[in-house]
């Protein structure tokens, strides 16, 4: 499994007189593989860090946000940044999004799967005044990803997708730690067609999930479901694909594990 590395650059301070130490620059890449940089809503799994993109740097004690503006990241808060001082032998840490809260029960639209979406860098020491956040100390996924392929006979419309379990938490903020509402992510939701991408994030488990699926045909909504008949050990940074055909119910054709950023095969839904 290769992983492309997507960078952005260092750090440019506004105000470099900082008497409490010299400022921190930061260098910041994601995981994963090149994206469409300038389309924000292409990158709502974070593939690469874009325009407006804040993330929180800590080093145990004091956490600072940076926002990434104009290919550099400068303070979120004017006067609020790290700084180092000569034998300051301080490590930190590196998340996104700034204000995590936990995987979220409802990711039916981008905010909500982006929120839920973590990444976080290793502990990393500076390197004079500059913290690099790439290579092998990159921003990278803390939870597992679930994508769903439903390959229909006809033409229909997206309704919703919902996965729960019965004994293992896949989100945390909601009180309903064991349901999750995915996002649909093949076009508009309004628009017909014969295939249906749906995803989400969610915790790290050994889950025994079950789909729900519901979909819109002649003004009529049709429901597929599918439960698995074991635990599917999911892993923090990888995508679980589940490929289903279906003219009633769901078949499950397949399902594939892959980097978290990585897109399956357009095809993957087809019955095998």
Not at 20 to 36: D, F, H, Y
């Amino acid at each position: 499994m290769a992983f492309s590395l997507s960078a952005c650059s260092a750090t440019d301070h506004d105000d470099d007189t900082a008497t409490s130490g010299i400022p921190l620059e930061i260098e910041a890449e994601v995981q994963g593989t090149q994206p469409r940089a300038t389309d924000a809503d292409a990158v709502y799994d974070k593939k690469a860090f874009v325009e407006g993109d804040v993330i929180a740097i800590t080093d145990g004690s004091n956490s600072h946000n940076y926002q990434y503006i104009s290919g550099k990241w400068k303070p979120a808060v004017s006067g609020s940044y790290h700084t180092i001082n000569s034998g300051n032998a301080a490590t930190y840490t590196g998340s996104y999004p700034s204000e995590f809260s936990g995987v979220q029960s409802d990711q039916t639209t981008r905010d909500g799967f982006r929120n839920s979406n973590q990444l976080k860098t290793p502990a990393t020491s500076p390197s004079g005044n500059l913290l690099s956040f790439t290579g092998e100390k990159n921003f990278a996924p803390q939870a597992a990803k679930i994508t769903i392929i439903v390959t229909y006979i006809e033409d229909r419309t997206p309704v919703s997708a919902t996965i729960t379990t019965t004994s293992t938490n896949l989100c945390n903020t909601s009180g309903n730690e064991h349901t999750v509402k995915c996002l649909y992510t093949a076009g508009a939701t309004a628009t017909a067609t014969s295939t249906h991408n749906w995803e989400c994030i969610v915790l790290p488990g050994n889950h025994t999930p079950g789909f729900t699926i519901v979909s819109n045909l002649n003004n009529a909504e049709k429901t597929g479901t599918f439960t698995a008949s074991q635990a599917i050990e999911m892993k923090a940074g990888y995508n679980y694909v589940f490929s289903f055909s279906t003219s009633n119910d769901l078949i499950l054709n397949s399902v594939t594990v892959l980097p978290f950023t990585d897109a399956p095969s357009q095809d993957a839904g087809s019955a095998s």
